[in-house]
């Protein structure tokens, strides 16, 4: 059975790869805590193990945590406000309240 994170269901479109503008909060990029994994690249940031980074891992400041999906950090703790994932949602749920 696939992780959580994986299992297909209604949410699958809010959580689609292609939403994601690379923002980089989600792994530290703007807390000056960032995963030792997160790169940068001009404007935009990518994980160098995308793919397997889920699991413990730690800031470039020796700090332990767990990476976990978008999904789990929004689920979780609301997310960022900046995370175009969670603007994604706030959007389908204004429109769920106008109906």
């Known amino acids: 059975m696939p992780p959580p994170e994986e299992t297909p269901g209604a949410d699958d479109d809010l959580y689609r790869e292609d939403r994601c503008t690379r923002c980089g909060v989600c792994c530290g990029g703007a807390d000056g805590h960032p995963c030792e994994h997160l790169r940068r690249t001009d404007e935009r940031y990518y994980c160098e193990i995308y793919g397997r980074q889920r699991g413990f891992h730690h800031t470039v400041d020796g700090l332990p945590f767990r990476c976990v999906s ?3 950090i929004i689920e979780t703790m ?6 175009a994932y969670v603007k994604a ?5 204004r429109r769920a309240e106008k109906t």
Not at 89 to 93: D, G, K, P, Q, S
């Open 70 to 72: 978008i999904r789990e």
């Open 78 to 83: 609301g997310g960022y406000e900046c995370c």
């Open 89 to 93: 949602l706030r959007a389908c749920e």
